[in-house]
């Protein structure tokens, strides 16, 4: 199976200010296609995962721009700009390149 | 608006059997592959499995840990997946989320509980 590793673990914020999550795969997730099926979810306290970005840097619809996603090959990272109180939870990190399709351990964004 | 209500999960002993359900609306289903995702509390989530949609034959896929055991299908003709899942395990104890999509997935439904416990 693929391995996604995710750093930091947890990660303190103020509001307004700006994070960085790191993801690294033990492979490259570069499908034979040509894409790269690089996902970060976020999950609030006590609701389901939500998507927030797909194939590195594609935001999902309705997903504010003030989250971006970029990478390649094994290292992605989602950086999440002006810090609001909704976006305090875990992120997670997947790939669908490979299956099973795996998912990072997460990290959680708290307030500073 | 796009709808995924599980249902069917709550306590079962160990060796036992369970069948979760999931109920959607709000798109074509047909058109979309289905999956299902699970979380034990407190640890990530663990993808089990994928239902292609009409245009791929309806074929699955399985992650290995579950494999043998566990049986993703549809009812096309009243918008549902389910999940058969066999010989369960105490390590199978976790939330169980029916999602649409499969890279990425883009809906997860609200999650049912399922203990497997003695």
């Known amino acids: 199976d693929v391995v996604m590793t995710q750093t930091p673990v947890s990660l303190s914020v103020s509001l307004g200010g700006q994070v960085s999550i790191s993801c690294r795969s033990s492979?490259?997730?570069?499908?034979?296609?040509?894409?790269?099926?690089l996902s970060w979810y976020l999950q609030k306290p006590g609701q389901s995962p939500q998507l927030l970005i797909y194939?590195?840097?594609n935001r999902f619809s309705g997903i504010s721009d003030r989250f971006s996603g970029s990478g390649s090959g094994t290292d992605f990272t989602l950086k999440i700009s002006r810090v609001e109180p909704d976006d305090l939870g875990v992120y997670y990190c997947?790939?669908?390149?490979?299956?099973?399709?795996?998912f990072g351990a997460g990290t959680k964004l708290e307030l500073k | 608006e796009v709808k995924l209500l599980e249902s069917g999960g709550g306590l079962v002993q160990p060796g036992g059997s369970l069948r979760l359900s999931c109920a959607a609306s709000g798109f074509t289903f047909t058109d979309f592959y289905m999956s299902w995702i699970r979380q034990p509390p407190g640890k990530a989530p663990e993808w089990l499995g994928v239902?292609?949609?009409?245009?791929?034959?309806?074929?699955?896929e399985y992650n290995p840990s579950v494999k043998g055991r566990f049986t993703i299908s549809r009812d096309n003709t009243q918008n549902i997946l389910y999940l058969q899942m066999n010989t369960l395990r105490a390590e199978d104890t976790a939330i169980y989320y029916c999602a649409r999509g499969w890279e990425p997935v883009d809906y997860w439904g609200q999650g049912v509980m399922v203990t497997v416990s003695s």
């Open positions: 239902i292609r949609n009409k245009a791929n034959g309806y074929t699955t």
């Open positions: 194939k590195v840097s």
């Open positions: 492979q490259s997730l570069v499908h034979n296609n040509g894409n790269t099926y």
């Open positions: 997947g790939q669908g390149t490979q299956y099973p399709n795996t």
